[in-house]
């Protein structure tokens, strides 16, 4: 033995040293020898269900199943091809397998990339000596709208229902029935309502769970797959797309053990038809009168003729732009149009200090590996599984690692079986964290302060973007972390969002983090793009808004967004979209932006081009081209360089190589943002004393977020999803709430605000904190932004609506009625 951690051991006569209590089928891989599995997964607990790892191990009497015996210091293993008792044994154990599995190798969707088809061939006995009529089952057995069981081909590996034991935590699959009984089931009218549902039919090594979307589609060699990244969220999800005749069919997990490991959330793997929607820009559009397809120089010559000088631009941009997009458009703003009118924040810049902001996008003050191995994770203001669903799942390997997680919200999450919930009414959050260190012993709060002190700096504070809408509350989490010596990350929702803060789509922020205010940071900016650039900050998304409603914005830009689903008021972005004098749309889609747009360019989907995607921890992950882009469309960042040339000021980058040889320079350099020990970037100002909302009498607090399956454009032609895990618009009220207001659960209610009203069902539940009431933010029935003037929250007249009243029909963000 070389050391307490490393032991020496033989594989089939190779003699290697490794950490102890590494399993012997992990030692095997190193040495690039394949023991045939079906049950062992690398990211689950062994269970040695299957036996077919069989090895020998000399002295010992039986074989050992290689996927659950650790390796020991001097032991002598033989696999399959060093010992013949292996051999047979693995040999009878596939043969078992197959005495009642299908051989229906040609229709299964496995096919063609099956284990056990690739296993009975290598390892199998060549042929089988069962005569007898195989056992079979009613087929398939529908578990979700997603999922679908073939119980006949199911060899009881249980990787499917340690998934949901382990990871997912989602437990509505499991082992039913004993003996020669035994299959995997569901609790009778019950679904595979999980958000993660989708990673068994990926990890199953056989054909028994399938997906309700590709079954019967493709075969392997029909289809042709490129290395993507997700775009649904901020998570950097990496991704196997597959395309055949042109169309995707299929998203698949890719291994990444940095970021996503193996996992992909539902929304990420069926949400995929968006980018082959009907209504796909291929071309430019130009109204004269009515909108007319044009060339790009065509299009580009009528905005030039708008951004005369003098003229105001202003810049709305989306989660769906990748990091060259946002920089070229950072740049274009800048240098062309001469402003800091740009941001990517809909939901409103709130109070986030520059300086946090500065610090997110100056690097990784916080990643995946760090949230795993923490000793305490403090989450605030982040419903991580509708949010960020990779990040939920990180977040539960921590606490299945001993890690306690403390969760300050004001709606319950799905952490809630490994997490303690501090529920407070929205706004209030920065009481709470400014409470914890002179809490009451024994309190939560209390709780949450010792836990801190005993990490020792091994902490995570983790703060949703949404919780600028909470005076002082990113401060106050910034100021926790930084006296805990604990890392501290905001985290975004949306796929483009740290890219595009990165890249200074923001109003005080200019690339790398460098605050517009800063002279020396604003020099070295200048000094790369040789342009001297506006010193003052501009407006963010909601002034922007404002402006252009009051016909103070010359020309608008919209891109990768759309202001009537994403801004925190309805009625506003409405107001701008018809007022602003000019308005040109660069997105994939017309949307619902079209009949307000003067030009829409066509831009290439995240599978038709090259780029980058930086993920919330500052990660930036490439993207490759799977298929070409429909019609004439191209990236973004080639739209703003052809711009800039129509007008005679180029960027700088006619090419993607000569563009990230820019963003290197610029976004590589040294930033203004230091950092601080515990890398929680500059250690924000105390943040100002504040108190809760002031609600009305008999008025309750209203906040919402977005849920993972909505009405979001990007969910587009997923009506397999929809049907699945969509839920219809509700309201969530405490029941101390629900009995003072006669409100009864189930019943419809009618919420009233200042800027509107809308008729949901009730849900009453402890799971809301009291004062509040949760709604969706995009639910069919309701689009949340129809009752908000401009934040996430607002006070709320909730009372019952008469019984016979239908929910009233809301506005939808394309304005028409849903």
Known sequence: MTSDATVNVSIDGTLLTLPAGTLIIRAAEQLGIEIPRFCDHPLLAPVAACRQCYVEVEGQRKLLTACSTPVADGMAIHT??????????????????????????????RGGECPLQDQALAFGPGESRYTEAKRTYRKPLALSPLVYLDRERCVLCQRCTRFCDQISGDRFIEVLDRGASEQIGIAGGEDFASPFSGNTIQICPVGALTASTYRFAARPFDVASGESVCTHCSAGCNLTVQVRRGEVVRNLARDNLDVNEAWLCDKGRFAFAHVDASDRLTTPMLRDPGLEPVSFDEAFRAIAARLVPGARAAFLAGGRLCDEDAYAMSKFARVVCETNDVDHRLAGAGDVPVAVEAAQAAGMPVTYADVEHAKVVLVVGLDAEQEVPILHLRIRKAARRG??????????????DVAEHLLCRP???????????????????ARVAAALREADGEAVVLAGARLANSPGAVARAAEVASEAEASFALVPRRAGDRGAL?????????????????????????????????????????AILRAAANREIDVLFVAGCDPLRDAPDAALARRALENAPFTVVVDTQEGGLSPFADVLLPAASSIERDGHLTDWEGRPQELRRVRPAPGVAVPDWEIYAGLAGAMGRHLGFASLEELREEMSAVLGGETSAPETAAGAGPAPSPAPATSAPAAVEDELILFTYP????????????????????????????????????????????????????????????????????VPWNQPGLAANTLLSGALTTSVAIEPAPAAAEPAPAASRSGRTT
Do not use: M, Y
């Open 80 to 109: 399959q091809f060093s010992s013949d008792q292996v051999r047979e044994a693995q040999e009878s154990v596939l043969e078992f397998l197959l005495i009642n599995h299908p051989l229906d190798c040609p229709v299964c969707d």
């Open 403 to 416: 890690a306690k997680v403390f969760v300050v919200a004001s709606r319950r999450t799905r952490l809630h």
């Open 427 to 445: 706004g209030e959050e920065a009481l709470v964290l400014g409470s914890l260190w002179g809490a009451p012993k024994g309190s939560d709060p």
């Open 502 to 542: 990165r890249a200074g789509l923001h109003p005080g922020l200019l690339p790398g983090g460098r605050p517009v205010a800063d002279a020396d940071a604003r020099a070295r900016v200048e000094v790369a793009w040789g342009r001297l650039l506006p010193a003052e900050p501009g407006l963010d998304a909601l």
């Open 707 to 774: 849920l993972l399956v909505d009405e979001g454009r990007q969910l587009a032609g997923a009506d397999t999803l929809k049907r699945a895990l969509e839920e219809p618009a509700f309201v969530e009220v405490h029941p101390s709430d629900a009995e003072r207001l006669a409100i009864e659960a189930g019943a419809p209610v009618r919420l009233r605000t200042a800027a509107g009203e809308a008729v949901v069902p009730a849900r009453v539940t402890p799971l809301v904190a009291e004062g509040a009431a949760f």
